[in-house]
């Protein structure tokens, strides 16, 4: 049987979850996936497959209740697909078995597909296929074939149906078969949050799923404690987990970037402003939708007013981030880039004269510009 240590091996110590006895209770799970779910988890993200990164409808963990064609039948959602977020993996509480449900306008199709018998068996697949892309990833179909036989042998000991004939995890183990092992992505995910942990190390980020889908905005958005302010940060230009399918230049991680904002921040305030995370939702939506990524020097109008309606800031600039700077990943450099609210004047300014010189003047205590709707 699969243990947690083993996971954690694979997947590193912060990428497998598991929950405590009381998140279990009153709910009706099986004792057996109780154990499996307290004592040896679930991993974060397996490969292109599966993630817990799940941002309504039915996130990851939660409990719902649903009509099958046999019976009413109640449900934990595990994770989605990494690429689709209208596919979701779910227990039936009652069976054990763990189905793939597609999302049609939001709600679960009336037929779902059986991919595994049981919880354990689920989690032994996710582990086993993560660990032969890790070990087999871009190698010869000659010398694939020999692992993947024996990797379906094995895997078919633990679950038999899983891998009958026109099924989810048979089709891809007859793509491994005939066309071979894809190399792992890591992406910059990792490098990001190691760059943030430096700059900031005492600091407990605050993060927010988007739900928007891959490619079309930012996956997630955060917010760091700082001295006086909030740092705030996008997630989703850079190529994070290596699953972002259009073409970047070559050495840099999907569009290259990443956008950071600074907002003052009181010692009691718990929460960054709404503004704030609207205007870099909003631009990721931008860049995507025109094909505009950000760099050093840009600017722009924006439409109504930074902040509320007494705002006299209602434009952009744009600047090298003077903390964090540029990092190599895996996949390639990020950079980082700090949106500054500023005036229209100021805007005007920064075209005749370049963005520097206003820059300083917005420069805060610590030497970063700071955008402060109350000035």
């Avoid at 049987?1 to 598991?18: I, N």
């Avoid at 004939?165 to 990792?190: C, I, K, N, Q």
């Avoid at 970047?248 to 009181?266: A, K, Y």
């Amino acid at each position: 049987m699969l243990t947690h240590s083993e996971l954690v091996r694979v997947f590193g110590p912060d990428s497998v979850v598991t929950l405590d006895r009381d998140q279990m209770e009153g709910h009706g799970f099986r004792p057996e996936d109780a154990g499996l779910l307290c004592e040896v988890g679930l991993p974060v993200t397996a490969g292109i497959l599966f993630t817990m990164r799940v941002d309504g409808p039915f996130d990851a963990l939660s409990v719902f209740e649903a009509e099958t064609p046999e019976r009413p039948a109640r449900f934990m959602v595990l994770g989605k697909g990494r690429t689709d977020d209208r596919i979701r993996y779910a227990m039936e509480l009652e069976s054990g078995n763990v189905l793939l449900l597609a999302l049609e306008d939001g709600v679960p199709a009336p037929e779902p597909e059986t991919i595994n018998t049981s919880l354990g068996a689920f989690v032994e697949f996710l582990y086993r296929v993560e660990l032969c892309g890790r070990e087999m990833g871009g190698a010869s179909l000659e010398a694939t074939r020999p692992y993947v036989e024996k990797l379906i042998t094995d895997l078919r000991a633990s679950d038999e149906r899983a891998l009958a004939p026109d099924t989810f995890w048979s089709g891809l183990m007859d793509a491994y078969l005939h066309g071979g092992v894809p190399r792992p992505r890591e992406g910059s995910r990792a490098a990001i949050i190691a760059a943030l942990e430096a700059h900031l190390p005492e600091d407990e980020p605050l993060r927010w799923a988007t739900g928007t889908p891959l490619g079309q905005g930012v996956q997630e958005l955060s917010a760091h404690r700082a001295d006086g302010y909030w740092l705030l940060v996008t997630w989703g230009f850079s190529d994070l987990d290596g699953l972002l399918d259009a073409e970047s230049e070559p050495g840099v991680s999907g569009l290259g970037f990443e956008l950071t904002m600074r907002v003052p921040r009181d010692e009691g305030d718990e929460l960054p402003p709404g503004w704030a995370l609207g205007t870099l939702r909003s631009l990721g939506e931008y860049v995507f939708g025109e094909g505009y990524p950000f760099a050093d020097g840009h600017r722009m109008g924006v439409a109504g007013r930074l902040g509320p309606e007494t705002s006299r800031l209602d434009a952009l600039v744009f600047v090298t981030d003077p903390h964090l700077g540029a990092i190599d990943t895996p996949d390639g450099e990020v950079a980082f880039i700090t949106a500054v609210g500023v005036t229209r004047e100021e805007l005007a300014e920064a075209k005749a004269t370049g963005n520097d010189a206003l820059l300083v003047r917005l420069n805060g205590a610590n030497g970063v510009p700071v955008t402060d709707v109350t000035r």
